[in-house]
């Protein structure tokens, strides 16, 4: 069964960095797109980057030019680097993929950015 594992969460000031992880487990999912979803409180939970299996990417306009997805298919993990991050940007983030017809989510890191 695959799994998908968030991490690299935290708390960060406005204008910080942070860098999250998606690793895979079960299966890999080098033939897979993989996106990063985000909820923040009271919001409905949001598409903001994806990686297809030939590494094209494409994001929301709330972060392009400020975060980039890249995937490292021996490590079966998916990275978000987060840069200038905002307070807005304040959420839990998912990553999530669709294999083999279901679509998995993880369980989601919480990103905490204080201005």
């Known amino acids: 069964q695959v799994q998908l594992v968030e991490s690299g969460g935290g708390l960060v000031q406005a204008g910080g960095s942070l860098r999250l992880s998606c690793a895979a487990s079960?299966?890999?999912?080098?033939?897979?797109?993989i996106n990063w979803n985000r909820q923040a409180p009271g919001k409905e939970r949001e598409f903001i980057a994806g990686i297809s299996s030939g590494g094209d990417s494409n994001y929301a306009n709330s972060v392009k030019g400020r975060f980039t997805i890249s995937r490292d298919n021996a490590k079966n993990t998916v990275y978000l680097q987060m840069n200038s991050l905002k307070a807005e940007d304040t959420a839990v983030y998912y990553c999530?993929?669709?294999?083999?017809?279901?679509?998995?989510w993880g369980q989601g890191t919480q990103v905490t950015v204080s201005s």
């Open positions: 079960g299966s890999s999912l080098r033939s897979n797109a």
């Open positions: 999530n993929s669709w294999v083999q017809g279901v679509l998995i």
